[in-house]
């Protein structure tokens, strides 16, 4: 059977079937698919955060939708954006937000110290849950994937940790403002 864009946004939205971080990192599968991060309470976040959730966002507590895809949902999602083992913007974003300073990283990149990086892991575990959705087998490019699943699905929710299709009176500008001078280090040529 074929993931519809509305069994998306139905299974996005229900709270049910998330899993914990340790599930997600114990049993993430290796398939393509979108993914979605959902905080347990929102109000841990900064109060424009906590605003943009409850009267812009789609639904209150799913703070970040992304695809995997060439890459699986174990690499992208577990790997990346959960476990900071690659280049992931969200867990990039979320540090900046609870106010860790970033270094220099490689390439264009930046990275937080070892010290400020153990506090985000250690709060992604403890406040986050994910749920994933696998993409049909071999029926799409990743462009079609794309943008059959992604980019609508975050312009309908509008999720915070996202700004990219979601439109520009409409993305959360305190997640961008906080972010952007750490991503101004990773610019930084030696």
Request: glycine share 6%; net charge positive; aromatic share 12%.
């Amino acid at each position: 059977m074929c993931l519809s864009f509305n069994d998306l946004v139905k299974g996005v939205s229900n709270n049910k079937n998330y899993l914990s971080v340790e599930e997600a990192i114990r049993d993430a599968p290796n398939y393509c698919g979108v993914y979605s991060i959902r905080i347990n309470d929102i109000n841990l976040f900064p109060e424009e955060i906590v605003m943009h959730q409850k009267e812009i966002a789609e639904c209150e507590n799913v703070i970040y939708i992304g695809m995997a895809n060439p890459s699986t949902i174990n690499k992208r999602l577990v790997m990346q954006d959960l476990q900071n083992t690659g280049a992931a913007i969200f867990f990039r974003k979320l540090g900046s937000v609870l106010g860790k300073v970033a270094i220099l990283g490689s390439g264009k990149n930046y990275k937080f110290e070892i010290s400020g990086r153990e506090d985000i892991l250690n709060w992604i575990k403890e406040n986050l849950k994910v749920r994933y959705f696998k993409y049909p087998a071999n029926k799409f490019t990743t462009g079609e994937l794309h943008n059959l699943y992604e980019v609508p699905s975050i312009a309908y929710f509008k999720p915070a940790f996202n700004d990219n299709h979601v439109p520009r009176d409409l993305f959360c500008r305190f997640v961008k403002n906080v972010h952007l001078p750490n991503y101004r280090i990773g610019k930084t040529i030696i």
